[in-house]
């Protein structure tokens, strides 16, 4: 065995920075890993409000001490509210939260994963404002008092507390089953680290040492650099003692009918075995790793009256890809025979030749197919059907990132076992929508619903002029790139500017159809953010053939999108004469009149700050600061500011209504809610009537006919004489 890179483990995972943070990204983009917003409350250092973050796409990085990982969140179009000391209103900010923490290998049952728990240790959290944000946030801060350390040292405060008790953890891989038995092809146990190439290359890995049984070995911090083949995001090794000691020797024994003792580690004949086959000896037998082959020798013998053979053999295994399915073949065994004869046998020696090369042959072909028989069950089908090619759309059986979910093979390579291969993720951001349309005059389409209309309506994304190109509008916004249409992702696209609100007709391209043989077809390839707040990409040209015909294609991907609720919350603020009485269940009850209080919020999420709020209670408008509203029971009183609510009604007053709200964001987006009030004037509680004795129904019911002359037979004692007293 010429190499052994997967520092003592049965299997050696890496994943590459790259492919982790692609993978952090498409889930991030699903709706995953990490909340797309928080609203927060603030208190900390004297100073109350609230903030609003909005996030962008999480990016790992592993240039940390092992096995530590840094998590930054970038967030933007973000609002920080102080309500004291100082009344405050600071938008739009943007900055990075930087999170710290070990990633560590938890057990939860029969099931182990990689995470990061924010609860098990002491995770570092750090806020950056951007510069813009630190010259809008300065000297509104020293007007209350707040340097910009302090403030963002609250925001870093506010965030690891909605870590620990919000979010708790983030998982790196999904719960992969481990069990204790037998089978070499079942994980145990997995260890984890991480891999900070300080050379120019970067190529920082998240490594998996995984143990294949409870005796195997391994020590995680000797996987001390990434292995990755260039120009691949993840490798997957085994080692040759694995391979042969673990998958190999057990099944070979069994085929050839012997215990596992018959052969020592990694695969060695330790005595002469009846051969397979049925006739003759195995003497010999030994496979090792050479190359990127399975190198088996052996010798065998057999006798007869008047004759001896023994055979030397040789022979490779290979084990290769064929169509995505992995093959075992074995090569033309190379067989050196001596016989020895007696002199008597020597004479019919000419007609004997078939029958030793024939008795050497069964002996040979049986190895042969008991050794590639046990490479095929070992690796091709239990490993690989059942473990990493067949956990497409299932559990992966090893590590393979946060949303892994298989490997698509595409090529092999021994010493040790290595399958190179690109990772299947289970999780992909889902499609909302998608179509195309053809106009030679104008048309505009919602991208959200695929609505086409001739102009611009509520709801449109993009609008196309023949004259002028195309217009992103309703708040939506695009960036053209350099991607094919096809190979353009979701999170290619979530990292794009996607601020630009319009293509000139310069940019679309005028081109031949695509299936026009001999001319060139070209096309613009460009991502946009639709006014809900989805990511889509689209592909535009003009078609010479059509008199200029805009052709335009679309995919828009389900996306977080913007949300608005009410927060509510009532109190009694005071209470009137109270009333006990008994109802007729029983319960014990009191009613009084009451004051009600009622505190709401507006919770916009993933809107773009500053928002603009417009509330309406019983079908009025309010205006800011304090007011009063009629409703049909009476005066209602209210101070609104911003984008908190408090109303109070008269005592003994009851109140049924509606509370809408309407936010509009910095990009022109308008979110609409609304919530029924109903509060009773008169207050009742009851307690529920519980007997302390129970009732007993007596029932009598008629005596059966033929026991209705029934009386017990009494026996008669004999009187006894009592001499009177006295």
């Given at each position: 065995m010429a190499l052994d890179r997967t520092a003592g483990f049965d299997m050696l995972v890496q994943i590459s920075e790259n492919e982790l943070n692609n993978q952090l990204a498409t889930a991030f983009l699903a709706g995953g890993i990490f909340p797309p917003s928080i609203?927060?409350?603030?208190?900390?250092?004297?100073?109350?409000?609230?903030?609003?973050?909005?996030?962008?796409?999480?990016?790992?990085?592993?240039?940390?001490?092992?096995?530590?990982?840094?998590?930054?969140?970038?967030?933007?179009?973000?609002?920080?509210?102080?309500?004291?000391?100082?009344?405050?209103?600071?938008?739009?900010?943007?900055?990075?939260?930087?999170?710290?923490?070990?990633?560590?290998?938890?057990?939860?049952?029969?099931?182990?994963?990689?995470?990061?728990?924010?609860?098990?240790?002491?995770?570092?959290?750090?806020?950056?404002?951007?510069?813009?944000?630190?010259?809008?946030?300065?000297?509104?801060?020293?007007?209350?008092?707040?340097?910009?350390?302090?403030?963002?040292?609250?925001?870093?405060?506010?965030?690891?507390?909605?870590?620990?008790?919000?979010?708790?953890?983030?998982?790196?891989?999904?719960?992969?089953?481990?069990?204790?038995?037998?089978?070499?092809?079942?994980?145990?146990?997995?260890?984890?680290?991480?891999?900070?190439?300080?050379?120019?290359?970067?190529?920082?890995?998240?490594?998996?040492?995984?143990?294949?049984?409870?005796?195997?070995?391994?020590?995680?911090?000797?996987?001390?650099?990434?292995?990755?083949?260039?120009?691949s995001q993840s490798l997957v090794t085994m080692s040759n003692f694995w391979l042969l000691a673990r998958v190999m020797r057990p099944r070979i024994a069994s085929s050839m009918g012997r215990p596992v003792t018959d052969f020592d580690t990694p695969l060695r004949l330790n005595r002469s075995i009846p051969a397979p086959?049925?006739?003759?000896?195995?003497?010999?037998?030994?496979?090792?790793?050479?190359?990127?082959?399975?190198?088996?020798?052996?010798?065998?013998?057999?006798?007869?009256?008047?004759?001896?053979?023994?055979?030397?053999?040789?022979?490779?295994?290979?084990?290769?890809?064929?169509?995505?399915?992995?093959?075992?073949?074995?090569?033309?065994?190379?067989?050196?025979?001596?016989?020895?004869?007696?002199?008597?046998?020597?004479?019919?020696?000419?007609?004997?030749?078939?029958?030793?090369?024939?008795?050497?042959?069964?002996?040979?072909?049986?190895?042969?197919?008991?050794?590639?028989?046990?490479?095929?069950?070992?690796?091709?089908?239990?490993?690989?059907?059942?473990?990493?090619?067949?956990?497409?759309?299932?559990?992966?059986?090893?590590?393979?990132?946060?949303?892994g979910g298989g490997l698509t093979l595409s090529s092999i390579v021994l010493d040790d076992l290595e399958l190179r291969s690109s990772i299947v993720r289970s999780v992909s951001?889902?499609?909302?929508?998608?179509?195309?349309?053809?106009?030679?005059?104008?048309?505009?389409?919602?991208?959200?619903?695929?609505?086409?209309?001739?102009?611009?309506?509520?709801?449109?994304?993009?609008?196309?002029?023949?004259?002028?190109?195309?217009?992103?509008?309703?708040?939506?916004?695009l960036t053209v790139t350099g991607t094919s249409f096809g190979a353009l992702t979701p999170v290619q696209i979530s990292r794009l500017p996607l601020a630009t609100s319009q293509m000139s007709l310069g940019l679309i391209p005028l081109t031949w159809p695509r299936w026009f043989l001999f001319m060139p077809h070209h096309e613009v390839v460009f991502g946009m953010r639709t006014s809900e707040g989805r990511l889509a990409k689209l592909r535009a040209w003009r078609q010479i053939d059509q008199q200029g015909a805009l052709h335009?294609?679309?995919?828009?991907?389900?996306?977080?999108?913007?949300?608005?609720?009410?927060?509510?919350?009532?109190?009694?603020?005071?209470?009137?004469?109270?009333?006990?009485?008994?109802?007729k269940d029983c319960s014990r009850c009191r009613s009084s009149p009451v004051r009600w209080s009622g505190v709401f919020e507006a919770w916009p999420r993933l809107t773009a700050f500053p928002v603009d709020y417009e509330w309406c209670l019983c079908g009025q408008t309010l205006e800011q600061g304090d007011g009063k509203v009629k409703s049909a029971a009476g005066i209602i009183t209210y101070r609104l500011e911003g984008r908190r609510l408090k109303i109070a009604t008269e005592m003994g007053q009851s109140f049924k209504c509606e509370l809408c709200v309407s936010a509009i964001d910095a990009r022109g987006l308008e979110l609409y809610t609304c919530i029924q009030l109903n509060q009773p004037g008169i207050e009742r509680r009851c307690r529920p009537c519980k007997p302390t004795r129970k009732d007993v129904s007596v029932n009598l019911l008629p005596v059966a006919a033929e026991l209705a002359y029934w009386r017990p037979l009494l026996p008669r004692e004999p009187l006894v004489e009592v001499d009177p007293i006295g």
């Open positions: 609203s927060v409350p603030v208190n900390a250092g004297g100073v109350s409000g609230s903030a609003d973050l909005n996030f962008d796409t999480p990016v790992a990085d592993l240039d940390r001490p092992r096995p530590r990982m840094g998590l930054t969140v970038p967030f933007s179009n973000s609002q920080l509210q102080i309500t004291a000391p100082l009344a405050l209103t600071v938008a739009p900010i943007g900055g990075a939260i930087t999170v710290v923490d070990s990633i560590a290998m938890v057990t939860e049952g029969s099931n182990q994963f990689a995470t990061i728990d924010f609860n098990a240790g002491a995770p570092t959290v750090n806020v950056a404002f951007d510069p813009a944000s630190v010259s809008l946030l300065e000297p509104l801060l020293d007007v209350a008092g707040l340097s910009l350390t302090q403030a963002q040292n609250m925001m870093a405060g506010v965030v690891l507390d909605q870590l620990q008790s919000s979010i708790g953890r983030i998982d790196l891989t999904p719960a992969i089953p481990v069990v204790d038995d037998t089978d070499a092809t079942t994980v145990f146990d997995i260890d984890v680290t991480t891999v900070n190439d300080t050379t120019a290359l970067d190529r920082d890995c998240l490594a998996f040492g995984v143990r294949m049984s409870s005796d195997g070995g391994g020590n995680i911090n000797n996987v001390t650099s990434s292995l990755i083949p260039a120009g086959g049925g006739q003759g000896t195995l003497r010999s037998l030994e496979a090792r790793v050479v190359g990127n082959r399975i190198s088996v020798t052996g010798r065998a013998t057999d006798s007869g009256s008047g004759w001896s053979a023994e055979s030397n053999f040789s022979f490779f295994i290979d084990i290769g890809l064929d169509a995505g399915a992995i093959t075992v073949t074995a090569t033309t065994p190379v067989v050196d025979t001596d016989v020895d004869l007696a002199w008597w046998v020597w004479l019919a020696s000419l007609g004997l030749g078939g029958l030793f090369g024939g008795i050497v042959g069964v002996i040979i072909a049986a190895v042969v197919l008991a050794i590639v028989e046990a490479v095929a069950e070992g690796i091709a089908d239990g490993l690989i059907s059942d473990g990493i090619s067949g956990a497409i759309g299932g559990l992966p059986a090893i590590p393979l990132g946060p949303i951001v889902p499609v909302k929508h998608q179509g195309g349309n053809i106009g030679l005059g104008g048309f505009s389409v919602d991208l959200d619903s695929g609505a086409l209309s001739a102009g611009v309506l509520p709801g449109t994304d993009l609008a196309w002029n023949p004259a002028s190109g195309l217009n992103a509008v309703g708040g939506s916004g335009l294609d679309w995919i828009t991907f389900d996306t977080p999108t913007p949300s608005l609720d009410i927060a509510a919350r009532w109190s009694v603020t005071e209470r009137g004469e109270v009333t006990h009485y008994v109802a």
